[in-house]
């Protein structure tokens, strides 16, 4: 028969309600009134087990954003021939998975065939190309998508408009157009103009929100306006600047979201980078949590291995809350407390009848690896054990995992 010291039922008594608390972002965001935490994805990560088998999981994700399958290039290649194959993917993994979809983006400067760049357009022919994009997509997609970026960044760093095709073509009317083609097709969908540098004030920010006027003034649907956030550790702008400038936004009476987080160094990190990045992630989800119209928060991939920024940013990088062996980095631990849920961030606590053991959660450099967390593989010099309840389970060579 076992005995249990008066210390050690104390200390049980003590921890049980902590276990009970949420353990996920999206779990500890939606107890705190959020529709969702989330993350982007990409279809050519789909083939690594590991990789989805964590995107799927609905404790830390409830949101999901194909990151490149639904954008204008991937979906009418050429003229009226559309291809949702590959958005398809994600947006069926998002079903399978009961997690909500954030569909990007419908008109972008970015990413378009030649043949909408390099045709000979007048205003009202590439209307009519504007409309039947938006009619096809929100259509296809109707009751899948949360919200849609129907517009995305249309604007220059000074608050003038974009010089794109759509702007030099139609004028400022392109975007109320775009939106009442959306609405048009899914009077449901939320529909959101999405940009990046108007996390804070400035002409920019002031420029996006003279847009939702705009929408606004032609009798048009907006719903919200999704603020990107890629920012630089040590450069982020602080939780009251963000919560002011968020508070701006839902002043004109929409929501906010933000769409694009993810918060970038220049390599190697350090220990002291990684901790001012947990704390600027903290800033940023801080911010949203302040604001009642912040609907939810979404990272622009939730790995380093999979992230954008060195690709486009060479020497800098490290940019996730996790890292490129899909091990959780202090950033995890400053989302999950400015999300509210202190408790599991900071400890997950086993007790037995004469022992007790603390393990952070949040770090690869523990003994015992949390659910999901990484436990074996060739050259895993991590905690090969795994939290109570689950169990290091062999994915291939190089990745075994807490399930
Ligand atoms: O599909 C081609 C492939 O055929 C080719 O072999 C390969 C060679 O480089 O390129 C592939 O295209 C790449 C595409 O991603 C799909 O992987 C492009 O080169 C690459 O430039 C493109 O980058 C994407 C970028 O948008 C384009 O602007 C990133 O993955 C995507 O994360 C990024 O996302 C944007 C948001 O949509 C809007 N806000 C900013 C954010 C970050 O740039």
């Given at each position: 028969?076992?005995?249990?010291?008066?210390?050690?039922?104390?200390?049980?008594?003590?921890?049980?309600?902590?276990?009970?608390?949420?353990?996920?972002?999206?779990?500890?965001?939606?107890?705190?009134?959020?529709?969702?935490?989330?993350?982007?994805?990409?279809?050519?990560?789909?083939?690594?087990?590991?990789?989805?088998?964590?995107?799927?999981?609905?404790?830390d994700f409830g949101q999901i954003t194909p990151?490149?399958?639904?954008?204008?290039?991937?979906?009418?290649?050429?003229?009226?021939?559309?291809?949702?194959?590959?958005?398809?993917?994600?947006?069926?993994l998002a079903k399978a998975n009961g997690q909500?979809?954030?569909?990007?983006?419908?008109?972008?400067?970015?990413?378009?065939?030649?043949?909408?760049?390099?045709?000979?357009?007048?205003?009202?022919?590439?209307?009519?190309?504007?409309?039947?994009?938006?009619?096809?997509?929100?259509?296809?997609?109707?009751?899948?998508?949360?919200?849609?970026?129907?517009?995305?960044?249309?604007?220059?760093?000074?608050?003038?408009?974009?010089?794109?095709?759509?702007?030099?073509?139609?004028?400022?009317?392109?975007?109320?157009?775009?939106?009442?083609?959306?609405?048009?097709?899914?009077?449901?969908?939320?529909?959101?103009?999405?940009?990046?540098?108007?996390?804070?004030?400035?002409?920019?920010?002031?420029?996006?929100?003279?847009?939702?006027?705009?929408?606004?003034?032609?009798?048009?649907?907006?719903?919200?306006?999704?603020?990107?956030?890629?920012?630089?550790?040590?450069?982020?702008?602080?939780?009251?600047?963000?919560?002011?400038?968020?508070?701006?936004?839902?002043?004109?009476?929409?929501?906010?979201?933000?769409?694009?987080?993810?918060?970038?160094?220049?390599?190697?990190?350090?220990?002291?980078?990684?901790?001012?990045?947990?704390?600027?992630?903290?800033?940023?989800?801080?911010?949203?949590?302040?604001?009642?119209?912040?609907?939810?928060?979404?990272?622009?991939?939730?790995?380093?291995?999979?992230?954008?920024?060195?690709?486009?940013?060479?020497?800098?990088?490290?940019?996730?809350?996790?890292?490129?062996?899909?091990?959780?980095?202090?950033?995890?631990?400053?989302?999950?407390?400015?999300?509210?849920?202190?408790?599991?961030?900071?400890?997950?606590?086993?007790?037995?009848?004469?022992?007790?053991?603390?393990?952070?959660?949040?770090?690869?450099?523990?003994?015992?690896?949390?659910?999901?967390?990484?436990?074996?593989?060739?050259?895993?010099?991590?905690?090969?054990?795994?939290?109570?309840?689950?169990?290091?389970?062999?994915?291939?060579?190089?990745?075994?995992?807490?399930?």
């Open positions: 028969m076992v005995h249990f010291s008066t210390a050690a039922l104390v200390l049980v008594a003590s921890v049980l309600p902590q276990l009970s608390q949420a353990s996920g972002l999206d779990t500890a965001a939606v107890a705190a009134g959020k529709v969702y935490f989330g993350t982007a994805t990409d279809n050519p990560e789909l083939t690594d087990t590991a990789y989805v088998a964590q995107l799927s999981n609905t404790n990151g490149n399958s639904q954008k204008w290039d991937a979906t009418e290649p050429q003229q009226n021939t559309f291809t949702y194959t590959q958005g398809d993917v994600i947006a069926d909500k979809l954030r569909c990007h983006n419908l008109v972008w400067h970015s990413q378009l065939p030649s043949w909408v760049t390099s045709g000979t357009w007048t205003n009202t022919t590439l209307i009519a190309v504007m409309k039947n994009h938006i009619t096809n997509l929100v259509t296809h997609y109707k009751g899948q998508c949360y919200a849609w970026d129907v517009v995305n960044e249309g604007l220059n760093e000074d608050g003038t408009y974009r010089e794109s095709v759509w702007y030099e073509t139609i004028g400022e009317a392109y975007i109320p157009i775009a939106f009442a083609a959306a609405a048009a097709a899914d009077p449901n969908v939320k529909l959101y103009y999405n940009d990046y540098n108007i996390e804070y004030s400035g002409s920019k920010a002031t420029a996006a929100r003279n847009i939702v006027k705009l929408v606004q003034s032609y009798g048009v649907k907006i719903d919200g306006v999704g603020l990107q956030s890629h920012f630089i550790v040590g450069s982020t702008p602080s939780k009251s600047a963000q919560a002011a400038n968020l508070a701006a936004f839902t002043a004109l009476a929409v929501d906010v979201a933000i769409t694009e987080l993810d918060i970038r160094m220049t390599l190697p990190s350090t220990a002291a980078l990684l901790s001012q990045q947990s704390t600027d992630y903290a800033s940023t989800v801080g911010a949203c949590m302040e604001t009642d119209g912040c609907v939810g928060i979404t990272i622009w991939d939730w790995t380093d291995k999979n992230s954008w920024v060195p690709n486009t940013f060479p020497g800098q990088g490290a940019a996730c809350p996790w890292d490129d062996n899909l091990v959780k980095k202090p950033a995890y631990t400053g989302i999950l407390t400015a999300l509210g849920d202190t408790a599991s961030a900071t400890s997950t606590t086993t007790t037995t009848s004469s022992t007790t053991t603390t393990s952070s959660s949040s770090s690869g450099s523990t003994s015992v690896a949390a659910h999901w967390g990484q436990c074996g593989g060739l050259s895993w010099t991590g905690p090969t054990a795994c939290a109570s309840g689950y169990t290091c389970t062999y994915t291939n060579p190089y990745y075994s995992q807490c399930l």
